[in-house]
């Protein structure tokens, strides 16, 4: 019985910090998609602009001048490499959501134990 009461304590800490790491991972997803979404306004802001327009980019304290087309072209870049990241995060959620679920099982196997 011991045993088996050690077994539930670990088995719910590591489905705590699934838990915990899951939740991380929404939060990352969430800041992703803010992200994605903000760049995806500035994309469109380029359509009502054309290639003679004055586009600056503050860096730092300073507003920079900036190459239509290399501005344009750093947005697209951004926007690719958030969608990456999103599918990264997106497969570690489904992975994490999946351990927590094994670990559910188990929890549930083991109490189910315990009260036999």
Same mark, same amino acid.
């Given at each position: 019985?011991?045993?088996?009461?050690?077994?539930?304590?670990?088995?719910?800490?590591e489905f705590s910090n699934a838990q915990?790491?899951?939740?991380?991972?929404?939060?990352?997803?969430?800041?992703? =998609?803010?992200?994605?979404? %903000?760049? +995806? *306004?500035?994309?469109? @802001?380029f359509d009502h602009l054309n290639e003679?327009? #004055?586009?600056?980019?503050?860096?730092?304290?300073?507003?920079?001048?900036?190459?239509?087309?290399?501005?344009?072209?750093?947005?697209?870049?951004?926007?690719?490499?958030?969608?990456? =990241?999103?599918?990264?995060? %997106?497969? +570690? *959620?489904?992975?994490? @959501?999946?351990?927590?679920?094994?670990?559910?099982? #188990?929890?549930?196997?083991i109490r189910t134990k315990m009260n036999?």
């Amino acid at each position: 019985m011991a045993d088996t009461k050690q077994d539930f304590e670990k088995i719910s800490l590591e489905f705590s910090n699934a838990q915990r790491n899951l939740n991380e991972l929404m939060t990352a997803r969430s800041t992703l =998609e803010t992200q994605y979404q %903000e760049n +995806k *306004i500035v994309l469109s @802001e380029f359509d009502h602009l054309n290639e003679d327009s #004055k586009i600056y980019k503050l860096t730092g304290p300073i507003l920079m001048p900036q190459d239509y087309s290399e501005a344009k072209l750093n947005v697209n870049k951004r926007i690719e490499f958030i969608e990456g =990241e999103i599918k990264r995060v %997106e497969t +570690k *959620i489904g992975d994490e @959501e999946k351990k927590i679920e094994a670990y559910r099982e #188990k929890l549930i196997a083991i109490r189910t134990k315990m009260n036999s």
